[in-house]
């Protein structure tokens, strides 16, 4: 049962950029969330700096990502590491933009009955 309910939590994450829906985000994520990693230019060969976004740079990124439609269908790759009463641990892959691959660790915390993402660890797959 936690379990469906926290894969239904993290699959709002990648659905929000898909949509460009800000409302999952709000209804999904907790008011002090973050997201922090790193991209790899796949054009100079380099990976980027580290970067970190919190809620309101979420959702600005949520606002614009698939603007051009550039991200295909959802197809997600994922691997729940654990379970605790209040944490849980959650990993990710899926194609982000046509042939470019990230892999997501995804933090959750339980908040009364629901559970919210708290924290992404992020980075593309070469």
């Known amino acids: 049962m ?10 709002s994450y990648p659905e929000a ?22 991209l790899y230019d796949y054009e100079t ?11 309101e740079e979420i959702k600005k990124w949520v606002t614009v990502h698939n603007k051009e439609n550039s991200m295909p269908d959802i197809h997600i790759k994922s ?7 209040k ?4 990993k ?3 194609e982000w933009i046509k042939n470019i691959k ?15 993402i708290d924290k992404i660890y992020y980075q593309s797959i070469i």
């Open 2 to 11: 936690e379990q469906n309910k926290i894969m239904t939590v993290v699959k």
């Open 17 to 38: 950029f898909k949509l460009m829906d800000t409302s999952l985000i709000d209804k999904n994520f907790t008011k002090n969330a973050s997201k922090t990693g790193v």
């Open 45 to 55: 060969k380099k990976w980027g700096e580290l970067t970190n976004a919190n809620i």
């Open 79 to 85: 691997q729940i590491i654990d379970i605790q009463d």
């Open 87 to 90: 944490i849980a641990l959650v």
């Open 92 to 94: 990710i892959e899926l």
């Open 102 to 116: 990230g892999s997501d660790y995804i933090l959750l915390v339980k908040k009364g009955n629901e559970w919210l």
